[in-house]
């Protein structure tokens, strides 16, 4: 049986992702060429693997978080956009909640889901190594920062 390949269908022009046969192809972003142009939360290094930015995704963002050690994020949510993280190397934590004094903490090999428009703080728990993530979202790497919240005022993290 012949597959039907009308089945994969992309949204807006994708005509410089397609074969001559007509069918969009798997597109690869090799390593070094990932896209850097990519919103951020103060300091977080995003490179996005696969995005609107130069891929023909159009409801997916995935890419890689790096974060220095001892470092914060400022305060931000991400919009509509669910996103799912998985912690490739380090220790992280993350603040959220009233007056963002609940956290939960994490480290190589976890995963974490963060609810569409819910205010945290992304830490590296580490003061001498850094932390990457591999993170996804949808529709997109939506980033709204916020007033920040004092160091002094996140429980556990100044005596981390």
Known sequence: MEPDFSKYRLEGDNSMYRLPSGIVAPVVTRAGFES???ADSGGAVRVSGVSIQHTPAQKLWYGKVSNEPGYRSVTHHHGEAETGGYVLSGRARIYFGEKFEDYIDMSEGDWVFVPPFMPHVECNL????PLVWMTCRTPENIVVNLPDVPDAELRDWLNR
């Open 36 to 38: 850097g142009n990519t």
């Open 126 to 129: 580490d003061r001498n190594k």
